[in-house]
Structures are given as structure tokens and as C-alpha cells.
């Protein structure tokens, strides 16, 4: 069974940091992209950034260039998202998402992310 666990959400001040994390478990990790999509109540979901399976490449939302990192870890099956310059408008809750092109075919639970003063 395909498992997608997030931690890190929380709330943080405008221009404020979080780190989020995702565990992986029931599938080669390795094997699949990954992605953090994002979804605002009563909006639809937002892609934030991916990373590629192989290769690893990173990818990013314009909305979130130069202040987001992604970063996977195959031999922990773990995907990170560093978040740095927080916004009010990322406030969301963030989803990690595996990636089966051209679909988002598993997603964990989400966690919330509040930035506000």
C-alpha cells in the first residue's frame, strides 16, 4: 500500500521559514516523480514543485522560484520542500503527491501551512 506521510506545516510569520517532509513507503521511491501541490479551501489545487525520478530535477511554480527548495533523499524515501520569504498568499495546505504522469495518482493526508502576523 502506497503511503505519503507530511509533517512541518505550522504557522509562521511573513518572511518566516518552515521545512516540510514527506515519508514514503509501498513503492520504489526512486522509481517516481514527486511533487508538493498545494490547495487553498474552495479552490482548486495548485502544483508547487516536482522532482524527477531519475535525474533528479527540480521544478518550480513561478509563484514560489527562488524561495522554495525541493529535495528528495531515495535512500530515506524522503521528499522536502524548504520554504523561505513565506506569503500570506502560500497559506494552503500542502500536499506530497506521487507523480504517474500525467496524473497525481497518490497524495498523503496534508498538512497546513498558515502564514499571517
Known amino acids: 500500500e502506497v503511503q505519503l506521510v507530511e509533517s512541518g506545516g505550522g504557522w509562521v510569520q511573513p518572511g518566516g521559514s518552515l521545512r516540510l517532509s514527506c515519508a514514503a513507503s509501498?513503492?520504489?521511491?526512486?522509481?517516481?516523480?514527486m511533487s508538493w501541490v498545494r490547495q487553498v479551501p474552495g479552490e482548486g489545487p495548485e502544483w508547487v514543485s516536482g522532482?524527477?525520478?531519475?535525474?533528479?530535477?527540480?521544478y518550480y511554480a513561478d509563484s514560489v522560484k527562488g524561495r522554495f527548495t525541493i529535495s528528495r533523499d531515495n535512500a530515506k524515501n524522503t521528499l522536502s520542500l524548504e520554504m523561505n520569504n513565506l506569503k500570506p498568499e502560500d497559506t494552503a495546505v500542502y500536499y506530497c503527491?506521487?507523480?504517474?504522469?500525467?496524473?497525481?495518482?497518490?497524495w498523503g493526508q496534508g498538512t497546513q501551512v498558515t502564514v499571517s502576523s
Open positions: 522532482t524527477a525520478a531519475g535525474y533528479h530535477a527540480t
Open positions: 509501498g513503492f520504489t521511491f526512486d522509481d517516481y516523480a
Open positions: 503527491t506521487r507523480r504517474k504522469w500525467p496524473v497525481f495518482d497518490s
